[in-house]
C-alpha cells in the first residue's frame, strides 16, 4: 500500500459518496488508474463496505450501555451460542473478546432505561455470565469510524 492507497482511504473514510472524480483530482492520479486501486482495495478486504453513519439521538436510540461479561465458561458451544445472541440482538453494535477482567465487552445502544432492562433480561437468560456489569455514557466526547493510517 502506497500513498495513493492511503489517500484514497482517507478520503473514502472521511465522505464515502465521494465520487470517482472528486477522488482522482484530490489524490492526483486519473480516474482509470484511481478507479482500478479502489476496486484493488476492495478486493483485498481493506475495504470492507461503504455504509452510511447515523445519528443515534435523532433516531431515538441515544442511551449507550458497555456490557461487561464475565463466564467461567470458555468452550466453543458457549461462545457460539452467545455470538448467534450478539448477531441476532440489533442492540448490540460492537462486541469483543476481552483480556484482563473482562471476559466480553458489548456496547448497546438502545432508547432508554426500559428498553436496556428488557435487553439485559433477553442476554442473561443466555445463561453462563458469572457476572454482568453495565456502565451508561453520560457524554460522547470522542467518535470516529476512521482507521489511522499513519504517514
Known sequence: MDNFDKHILSLLQKDA???LAEISEKVGLSQTPCWRRIQQLEK???IRKKVALL???KLDVGLTVFVNLKTNQHNPDWLNSVKEFTQNAVEVTEFYRMSGDTDYLMKVLVH???AYDEFY???ISQAGF???SSSFAMEQIKYSTEIPLGS
Open 112 to 114: 432508554d432505561m426500559k
Open 130 to 132: 458469572s457476572d454482568v
Open 44 to 46: 483485498s478486504g481493506v
Open 55 to 57: 445519528d443515534s439521538e
Open 121 to 123: 433480561q433477553r442476554l
Open 17 to 19: 459518496s465521494l465520487s
